[in-house]
Every structure is written in C-alpha cells, then in structure tokens.
C-alpha cells in the first residue's frame, strides 16, 4: 500500500500533489489544511485521514480531530498537528505516543521535513514540512511511501523551492 502525507497546506494545493498522490491508496494530512475545498480535493477518489490545525476553522474542524489514532497494513498511526519530535515532544503528543505506542507518529506545524526514527518509543516519526505557500519556509514538500510486510519503506520526497 502506498500512502501519501502532507501537512500545513494553507489552503494552496500544489499542482503537483495530483499527480504524486496518484499512486496513492490514502493520504495523511497533519493539520492547517486551510480552506473545506482542499479537504474535499484530496478527499476525492482517495481515503484521506486528516486532522485539524490551528488555523483550521469549524468547517474544517467538524470534519477531522485534534488527532486521529488507526491501524494501515497492521500498523499503528497516530496523527496530530503539533507534535514537536524525538525527543523532543510536546506533553499532549508524549501523553498521546505513551497511551497508544504507535509504530508511526506523524505531526506537521513545524514547516520542516523530518523522518526520525524514535529508538526510545519504538515508532517513525514523520514530519513532511509544508505544502503550502505560506509561512516561514523555503521549500514545499511532502512526501509518499509504502507499506510493505508491515514495514514502512521507498519513501520519496516531493521538494520544490518556494518562489518568493
């Protein structure tokens, strides 16, 4: 199964996201999603899990959770928007990681990719920056792999330079 994440999209779908999610059985996306019509554009034809962030409205927000916990491929997961990472997680998302001990935490916020191995919690932590067009960062990205004999791996990274 190949899965396809991003985060902190802003409201911006990036041209190329159709078409690097296309092999895609679900889409993860880890908060600020922006605006109902992205969530409905990624939601199309793909099983999108989402979670809200903080600058999601209600309409957003009466569609997702603060954070979602599911099982793909025999896999725990466990998504929320700001999560910070190992090991240097915020309390929620340390009390949220020691309640359901995910094999994969994935986060957004920070608007920096970052694949970590967590030794100490025993997970892949996922963070796959911005999408988006606004904020801080330099770069948009986000990512896809697959889920093979219960393991995450051939993760690919979309990464384009942000035009100013």
Not at 30 to 36: H, R, V
Not at 109 to 115: A, E, Q
Request: glycine share 8%; charged share 20%.
């Amino acid at each position: 199964m190949k899965i396809g994440v991003l985060s902190d999209t802003h409201g911006y779908l990036h041209p190329q996201i159709d078409s690097f999610f296309s092999p895609c059985s679900q889409i993860w996306h880890a908060g600020d999603i922006g605006s109902i019509d992205i969530y409905q554009s990624l939601s199309e034809g793909k099983s999108l899990k989402a979670v809200y962030g903080n600058i999601d409205g209600n309409d957003i927000r009466l569609k997702t959770a603060e954070y979602l916990c599911f099982e793909v491929e025999h896999l725990k997961v466990l998504m929320i928007h700001i999560g910070g990472y190992p090991p240097k997680y915020n309390s929620r998302s340390l009390q949220l990681i020691e309640a359901y001990k995910p094999d994969i935490f994935v986060c957004g916020h920070s608007h920096i990719l970052k694949v970590k191995y967590d030794e100490r919690h025993r997970l892949l932590a996922i963070n796959p920056g911005a999408a988006g067009r606004y904020g801080f960062h330099r770069a948009i990205t986000f990512l896809r792999f697959d889920i093979l004999n219960g393991q995450p791996c051939n993760l690919e990274v979309f990464h384009e330079e942000k035009s100013v």
